[in-house]
């Protein structure tokens, strides 16, 4: 065997091993995802352009319609949000291909997402990463997306009940930082637990009024600066009194 065949040979088997022991199955209502990815791909401007590949590619796998009612599965793959009850919605398609387009995720990175939900964005974002820390502040949302993380077999996602405000100090501090709900303005401690050279994606504002996306970048200095990206539309981030933090 020269060493371009066995370099393939070992390529293609570490491929196989690879897809053997992904635990998330495509198989159902691939046609579905393909149809929606297609859609986000190349859509948006400039910055909000989805282009990148790697979340394509996680979106093309995890089947959106497990995070959805039965009743709404449906619909499951339109770029629109859902109600997931508890007066939460899952986010539509394209704003989680472009936050997770915006935190340029890479394996080996550690990652927080604040606001579990369904469980949607926590599962593309373990699919490009090796470890996912995920917090919902409900406590039968927290528990119903830890019992989908099992089924599904994604096992790479750390998820607990809680105030995400206010970060997860235990696993601190990380690469990346994803907030899904609206802040009226960043939360200190999760700038706090963002790595040097870290990037934190948020949407910050009032519930009722204008809300942008926030890009926070934290230097290898420690410096944190901040670019508001687009208008967006958020459910609140919450205290544990429900009230807007
Ligand atoms: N990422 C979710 C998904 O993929 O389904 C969608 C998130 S939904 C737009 C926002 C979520 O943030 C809700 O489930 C809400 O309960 C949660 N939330 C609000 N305030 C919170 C807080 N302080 N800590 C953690 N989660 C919070």
Redesign the pocket.
């Known amino acids: 065997m020269n060493s371009y065949s066995a370099k393939s040979w070992l390529t293609r088997l570490l491929t196989a091993l690879l897809l053997a022991t992904m635990p998330v199955t495509a198989g159902d209502r691939q046609a579905d995802r393909d149809r929606m990815v297609s859609e986000l791909s190349g859509y948006g401007y400039d910055i909000t352009l989805i282009t990148d590949d790697r979340v394509l590619s996680a979106m093309r796998t995890v089947p959106r319609h497990e995070?959805v009612p039965a009743y709404l599965q449906v619909q499951a793959y339109a770029d629109r949000?859902l109600p997931?009850g508890?007066?939460?919605?899952?986010?539509q398609p394209y704003i989680?291909a472009l936050m997770t387009q915006l935190a340029d995720i890479s394996p080996g990175m550690r990652v927080l997402?604040?606001?579990?939900?369904?469980?949607?964005?926590?599962?593309?974002l373990a699919r490009m990463t090796d470890r996912v820390y995920?917090?919902?502040?409900?406590v039968p949302?927290?528990a119903s997306?830890r019992v989908r993380f099992r089924e599904l077999g994604l096992t790479n996602i750390i998820a607990k009940e809680?105030?995400?405000?206010y970060g997860w100090k235990a696993y601190a501090p990380f690469d990346r930082i994803?907030?899904?709900?609206a802040?009226r303005h960043i939360p200190p401690p999760l700038v706090a637990q963002l790595k040097p050279g870290g990037l934190m994606v948020i949407p910050v504002g009032p519930s009722w009024g204008a809300q942008r996306l926030m890009l926070v970048r934290k230097d290898d200095s420690g410096v944190v600066t901040t670019e508001s990206l687009l208008p967006v539309r958020?459910?609140?981030?919450?205290?544990?009194q429900n009230a807007e933090?």
């Open positions: 995070f949000p997931i508890h007066g939460q919605t899952i986010s989680v997402e604040v606001g579990t939900g369904s469980g949607y964005q926590a599962a593309i995920t917090i919902e502040i409900i949302l927290a997306a809680g105030d995400g405000y994803l907030v899904t709900a802040a958020f459910v609140p981030l919450v205290s544990k933090w």
